[in-house]
T-cell receptor, first 112, second 111 residues
Framework: DTGVSQDPRHKITKRGQNVTFRCDPI?????LYWYRQTLGQGPEFLTY????????KSRLLSDRFSAERPKGSFSTLEIQRTEQGDSAMYLC??????????FGPGTRLTVL | RKEVEQDPGPFNVPEGATVAFNCTYS??????FFWYRQDCRKEPKLLMS???SGNEDGRFTAQLNRASQYISLLIRDSKLSDSATYLC????????????FGKGTKLSVKP
């Protein structure tokens, strides 16, 4: 499968724990985006990388959230000290330039 | 006011019906416009881009009115497989591509 992949697909954690998600974009896509989607809402932009540089962060991205894309390929999104309000689907998308964004299947996070 | 607003759903229609979705956006600097489709518990997928002149792809027709900041999607001869949530999406000049999504409108096509 040469699409965007995300791991894990589901994560259940207890409040206060740290979690890390991984996104593998389509090969040669230079742009990578993270979005968050809660039930009944559309996805909301969190952050964006062009190659390894994180160029934009939404105000939704509190200081408990950090994202990296160290070699300009895969990316990780870490949430520290998780809260129940962090429960959501975390979606990754990639593209080359300003072309169509292709989304991964998402990581569904449940914070108990 | 939300940046992208869509018709509240759900829309329940019989097979073969024509259904229209409307969407308004608040930022006049919006540059690109799209309709995405999202199946239950799946990722969004691009259905079609929306151009100022209007565009058609088979049974699907998208229209854009920049003056009214209004986007529409028309589905003709709806199929059971069209059942999904339809997301209206915009991005702004200089936004570096991050997409602004509406809440989505759920369509359920019944036999």
């Amino acid at each position: 499968d040469t699409g965007v992949s995300q791991d894990p697909r589901h994560k259940i954690t207890k409040r206060g724990q740290n979690v890390t998600f991984r996104c593998d974009p389509i090969s040669e896509h230079n742009r990578l985006y993270w979005y968050r989607q809660t039930l009944g809402q559309g996805p909301e932009f969190l952050t964006y990388f062009q190659n390894e540089a994180q160029l934009e962060k939404s105000r939704l991205l509190s200081d408990r959230f950090s994202a990296e894309r160290p070699k300009g390929s895969f990316s990780t999104l870490e949430i520290q000290r998780t809260e129940q309000g962090d429960s959501a689907m975390y979606l990754c998308a990639s593209t080359f330039g300003n072309n169509e964004q292709f989304f991964g299947p998402g990581t569904r996070l449940t914070v108990l | 006011r939300k940046e992208v607003e869509q018709d509240p759903g759900p829309f329940n229609v019989p097979e073969g019906a024509t259904v229209a979705f409307n969407c308004t956006y608040s930022n006049s600097a919006s540059q690109s416009f799209f309709w995405y489709r999202q199946d239950c518990r799946k990722e969004p997928k691009l259905l079609m881009s929306v151009y100022s002149s209007g565009n058609e792809d088979g049974r699907f027709t998208a229209q854009l009115n920049r003056a009214s900041q209004y986007i529409s999607l028309l589905i003709r001869d709806s199929k059971l497989s069209d059942s999904a949530t339809y997301l209206c999406v915009v991005n702004y000049e200089g936004s570096q591509g991050n997409l602004i999504f509406g809440k989505g409108t759920k369509l359920s096509v019944k036999p």
